[in-house]
């Protein structure tokens, strides 16, 4: 039987800025995702990139006086950088501006879309928010400011190219609403729903190249059009497989694919989950089968964006704290529906409590004993599972299948959960059995004591291992270390090492700027 092949995406952001922690969120839940999914056998592509073309960016190098293409790559770097901070898995990066799959097939798309006659130029005057990239009606306006950036939406009048988005209004709702096009959590579904049920108008899908400052893709047979951003940028999910070329990765991933997954913030829903399904019915192409939508996290209860004034650089927190410690508090911390609010105290408490009291304190506890009582050889356990070990074999046993339902409903929160179980269940479980009590009555010449010692450090040594196994989509370098202290060496066990450092007298916190 052939393995299932996932295709896994972030959005690809605005390069106006470097990058903040709230996007470091969705691409450590894409990387959990990817590795999940590798490690139970699918074929896995795991896709991010830069939107480059955007006006923002255009605006933010002329504020710095760069050059839009120097000040663009300059901060797509930092992007691109992150894979190795957060210890990402990825696949495949495209960058709008220098990706030469990514023109031709924007293009191809929009000719595609042309050629079901869902594109017409109309004039059009409306409430532009540069920050979101988007039109709004006033009705959606919160004191004539947008919503999302708390500015002023300019007034622009010009005759644009517009795609048919009524036209698919009854199929997008029953694609919905059915379960066909998967969008989690319910919360964010019933939102793009309840949208589609107050009727769905018509976008404009370009902009002037005067006003785009010319930047962006020409249109095609209208050079004195740019292709609107979020048409352009929406079809990286297709243009780095190779779009209208005949690509095996197209045919592989797009396709054939059992899952085209996107991961979202819930300020760009409604670009993901209407106007690119129905830009792709249009086309005549498949539809993703799933939307994930995460929340938003905050610094002392301001938005953390990097336009908003509250950022906190990942790079930066990495590097004071861990990779581990920041990829645990996404993890953990991050609810499935709602916004986190970051501090570093709470990355620190966070860290330590699990990580290093729980997790690291486990594993260097079970291989301590095994040197100090069996001069570090791994008991075979031949008499049957260790006493009183059942509630700890049930946890281990459980949390496969517990990993998973909580993945498939886009819920860290409660997989990690299951993880953390074991190595709770397993300090419990040693504190109950008391290996150095059985220690000491086997140096009286206790037999008896002697095998139940055996079997509690088999015991534990496989409860190390199980979490080292379940935690590897999560911090797969802590699993590396784990499996490291828990690998015989020429018969033995490595020297006790920590696995997590403590991080309470780490330096200064990183506060918001």
Not at 26 to 35: P, S
Not at 284 to 298: A, C, F, N
Not at 394 to 404: C, G, L, M, W, Y
């Amino acid at each position: 039987m052939t393995a299932p092949h996932t295709y896994i995406t972030t959005t690809i952001p605005y390069v106006n800025a470097r990058p903040h922690l709230g996007f470091a969120l969705e691409l450590v839940q894409a990387d959990v995702l990817a590795r999940h999914r590798r490690q139970r056998g699918d074929h896995v592509r795991f896709q991010t990139g830069t939107d480059d073309n955007s006006l923002k960016n255009v605006l933010a190098a002329e504020a710095a006086g760069v050059d839009v293409q120097e000040f663009v790559d300059e901060n797509a770097a930092a992007f691109v950088a992150l894979a190795e901070p957060l210890s990402l898995s990825v696949d495949d990066v495209i960058r709008t501006s220098r990706d030469p799959r990514h023109r031709a097939g924007v293009e191809r798309f929009w000719q595609a879309c042309a050629k079901a006659g869902d594109l017409y130029r109309k004039h059009y005057e409306g409430l532009y928010c540069v920050g979101c990239e988007q039109f709004y009606t006033p009705a959606e306006l919160i004191d004539d400011r947008c919503a999302e950036h708390g500015t002023r939406p300019q007034r622009v009048a010009e005759e644009n190219w517009f795609f048919r988005l009524s036209r698919y209004a009854d199929r997008l709702h029953d694609l919905i609403a059915t379960g066909t096009l998967r969008i989690e959590p319910a919360e964010r579904r019933n939102e793009v729903l309840a949208f589609i049920a107050g009727g769905l108008e018509d976008f404009s899908i370009s902009r002037s190249t005067a006003r785009a400052r010319g930047w962006g893709i020409a249109v095609p047979g209208d050079p004195g059009q740019v292709i609107y951003v979020w048409w352009d940028a929406l079809g990286n999910y297709l243009t780095a497989l190779g779009h209208g070329t005949g690509s095996a990765d197209k045919r592989r991933w797009w396709d054939g694919a059992e899952r085209r997954v996107h991961l979202l913030g819930k300020g760009v829903l409604r670009f993901h989950a209407v106007y690119w399904p129905a830009m792709l019915l249009s086309a005549g192409q498949p539809l993703p089968t799933d939307i994930l939508v995460h929340d938003y996290l905050t610094a002392d209860g301001r938005k953390i964006s990097k336009s908003g004034g509250a950022t906190v650089d990942p790079a930066a927190l990495v590097e004071r704290y861990g990779t581990d410690a920041v990829r645990w508090w996404l993890l953990r911390e991050v609810p499935r529906v709602g916004d986190a609010d970051f501090t570093a105290d709470r990355l620190v408490h966070r860290s330590d409590d699990e990580l290093a009291n729980g997790v690291g304190n486990l594993v260097n506890r079970v291989v301590s004993m095994l040197h100090r009582y069996r001069d570090g050889q791994v008991p075979a356990g031949d008499d049957g599972p260790a006493p009183e070990a059942q509630e700890l074999d049930a946890t281990i046993h459980r949390a496969p299948d517990f990993v998973d339902a909580a993945l498939a409903d886009f819920d860290f929160r409660r997989a990690t959960a299951a993880v953390w179980a074991i190595a709770d269940q397993a300090n419990r479980y040693i504190s109950h059995v008391r290996p150095w009590e059985l220690a000491k009555a086997e140096r009286t010449g206790d037999d008896q004591a002697a095998r139940r010692l055996d079997a509690v450090l088999a015991t534990l040594v496989r409860s190390c291992r199980a979490v080292a196994e379940h935690l590897q989509p999560f911090l797969p370098d802590a699993a590396y270390r784990i499996n490291q202290q828990c690998t015989p060496l020429e018969g033995r066990l490595p020297s006790p090492a920590p696995v997590f450092r403590r991080l309470a007298a780490a330096p200064a916190s990183t506060s918001p700027s």
